[in-house]
Nanobody
Framework: QVRLVESGGGSVQAGRSLTLSCAAS????????MGWFRQAPGKEREAVAT???????????YYTDSVKGRFTISQDNAKNTMNLQMNSLKPEDTAMYYC?????????????????????WGQGTQVTVSS
């Protein structure tokens, strides 16, 4: 049974940092595309960052414009975990953050614009940033 479990959310003041982690288990074939998505109250879910590992190192990473330079996505295949380092947090980063994963046909299916419908999702972890 596939499981994705997020951790690391919390409440912080603007300008501080948080690191989210996603632990993956139960995949028959390791997913080559993983990503972080977020949804704020009253807003649509958006892709924050994705990472494609299907072509080896270096991995391809993609970010939505609002987090470029502040967030870093990484993956540790040995530990089956994916992380999102979030620096210089802003109140507008407040949302429920979800981890998602799938084995996709290629990296063109793993960008922040194309990875919206990945097959497996976690339950989410809340991030609240106060001003």
């Amino acid at each position: 049974q596939v499981r994705l479990v997020e951790s690391g959310g919390g409440s912080v003041q603007a300008g501080r940092s948080l690191t989210l982690s996603c632990a993956a288990s139960g995949f028959t074939y390791s997913p080559n595309c993983m990503g972080w998505f977020r949804q704020a109250p009253g807003k649509e879910r958006e892709a924050v960052a994705t990472i494609y590992t299907g072509e080896g190192i270096p991995y391809f990473t993609y970010y939505t414009d609002s987090v470029k330079g502040r967030f870093t996505i990484s993956q540790d295949n040995a530990k089956n975990t994916m992380n999102l380092q979030m620096n210089s947090l802003k109140p507008e980063d407040t949302a429920m953050y979800y981890c998602a994963a799938e084995h996709t046909a290629g990296r063109w299916k793993c960008t922040v614009d194309t990875a919206r419908d990945l097959g497996y999702w976690g339950q989410g972890t809340q991030v609240t940033v106060s001003s």
